[in-house]
């Protein structure tokens, strides 16, 4: 092993050179930030210590394998957004954007991949679909109210989901139906809402900010994964065959912009040396034709006034408004 000033140049097994520069520490996470690059030969690995080295001088970021998923980490922490705004961003990267593309490395993405995803999101929005026919399944029964039952709605539906946990249906760490995903069951929002804040005062689920309600820790009592998975019942789940559903060209072009915006921000900052997204081919929007109104007078304004009928109660109309002579 070689050293070379805060830097090093380390022989692989391969044969291979890794090469490796201490470059500080970031100031938000406190971590250390190390510069890394691999060569063929020692000459290579040289010319790799050399740039890394002046690289770290100038205060510049890793660029070599930093991911999306942290581009946009370190993007909305800075990003200039209104509080709704900021939570539609948020919902975007968490459900669509970072299962996608969160792991792949900044300087691997182009123009291409983009063109890939957006084309699958205009086929279906839903990233476990690849074209073949598939099952929803779901691990909480389809909620719904008794209304013979003197309880009210909202316990109806904790008690309901206290009893999954204890049984062991739920798993520690499982993610519970959102408040919209319940309502688009039937159940009202404000029931939903209540019951699931009950669930986390008596310390059974634990809500994560812009993330869901997930089931909290040592709650369950019984049943291994195995046989939960072997009494799994579809009926009873309100499991459904898939059926794609297309995102609008309106919401992709969204999340261009959110991706847009954090590439614009790398380039900036000196971690890429361009923006992929810049040769992305966008969805287009289609725009309803305008419908042409007619004009007083009219064809169609005499049918929209009820045809001859409507011509007499208008002729009556005026005749009322009429001043009496004096």
């Given at each position: ?74 993007y909305m922490a800075v990003a200039d957004l209104d509080v709704s705004t900021r939570q539609g961003y948020e919902g975007y ?234």
């Amino acid at each position: 092993m070689t050293n070379v000033g805060k830097g090093h140049i380390e022989r692989l097994p391969s044969g291979s050179y890794r090469v490796r520069v201490y470059a500080g520490t970031d100031p938000l996470t406190g971590k250390e930030i190390r510069l890394k690059a691999t060569a063929k030969t020692a000459e290579h690995a040289q010319a790799e210590l050399a740039r890394l080295l002046e690289q770290a001088s100038v205060g510049q970021q890793p660029e070599s394998h930093a991911t999306v998923g942290y581009l946009l980490d370190q993007y909305m922490a800075v990003a200039d957004l209104d509080v709704s705004t900021r939570q539609g961003y948020e919902g975007y990267i968490r459900r669509t954007i970072k299962p996608a593309l969160g792991g792949m490395e900044l300087r691997k993405l182009r123009g291409p991949v983009l063109d890939t995803f957006y084309a699958r999101l205009r086929r279906c929005g839903d990233l476990r679909c690849d074209g073949r026919p598939f099952t929803e399944h779901r691990n909480v029964p389809v909620l719904s109210i008794d209304p013979g039952d003197p309880r009210p709605a909202y316990r109806q539906i904790a008690d309901t989901i206290a009893e999954m946990i204890s049984s062991g249906q739920l798993r520690t760490g499982e993610r519970l139906p959102s408040v919209r995903e319940m309502t688009e069951g039937g159940l009202r929002p404000a029931s939903a809402r209540h019951a699931l804040s009950v669930l986390t005062e008596e310390g059974l689920i634990t809500s994560r900010q812009g993330r869901g309600s997930f089931v909290t820790e040592g709650t369950t009592t019984s049943g291994s994964p195995r046989s939960r998975r072997r009494d799994h019942d579809c009926a009873r789940e309100g499991c459904q065959p898939h059926r794609c559903k297309p995102m609008s060209a309106g919401t992709v072009r969204q999340i261009h912009a959110i991706l847009s915006g954090a590439f614009v921000t790398a380039v900036r900052w000196e971690w890429i040396t361009r923006n992929p997204a810049a040769s992305a081919k966008l969805p287009k929007n289609r725009r309803r034709p305008a419908v042409a109104l007619s004009q007083p007078g009219s064809e169609g304004h005499c049918r929209c006034t009820g045809g001859s009928s409507g011509t007499r109660d208008l002729s009556m109309a005026r005749g009322r408004n009429r001043r009496a002579p004096r």
